[in-house]
């Protein structure tokens, strides 16, 4: 069993940054592919971007190309998302995703689901 646990979050003012952090445990952090979505009040989960178990391939969501840096670091057992330039439509709960399976590349990452690891989330909040 894999446990994830989020940190970073906070009140932010628009045009700020934060960084989020996920630390896993329970399975070898190489052996997971990572990921990062988001949820807003009244709205879906929503993928934010993804990472590959190498670290080698990323894919982001189109509104936060440019500003957010998803990476990971396997000495401790860590996934990041870096925020910059936040926005008020960035305001959600932030979960960290991680998922067992192998697949090519990092575009898979946008599905995954209930069969997957998920952490409780960190609140992230962008004032205007």
């Known amino acids: 069993q894999v446990q994830l646990v989020e940190s970073g979050g906070g009140l932010v003012q628009a045009g700020g940054s934060l960084r989020l952090s996920c630390t896993s445990s329970?399975?070898?952090?190489?052996?997971?592919?990572m990921a990062w979505y988001r949820q807003a009040p009244g709205k879906e989960r929503q993928f934010v971007a993804g990472?590959?178990?190498?670290?080698?391939?990323?894919d982001y969501e189109d509104s936060v190309k440019g500003r957010f840096t998803i990476s990971r670091d396997s000495a401790k057992n860590t996934l990041y998302l870096q925020m910059s330039s936040l926005k008020p439509e960035d305001t959600a709960v932030y979960y960290c995703?991680?998922?067992?399976?192998?697949?090519?590349?990092?575009?898979?990452?946008?599905?995954?689901?209930?069969?997957?690891?998920w952490g409780q989330g960190t609140q992230v909040t962008v004032s205007s």
């Open positions: 995703a991680a998922s067992k399976r192998d697949r090519y590349g990092s575009s898979w990452l946008r599905f995954l689901g209930g069969d997957d690891y």
């Open positions: 990472i590959n178990r190498s670290g080698g391939s990323t």
């Open positions: 329970g399975r070898t952090f190489s052996s997971l592919a």
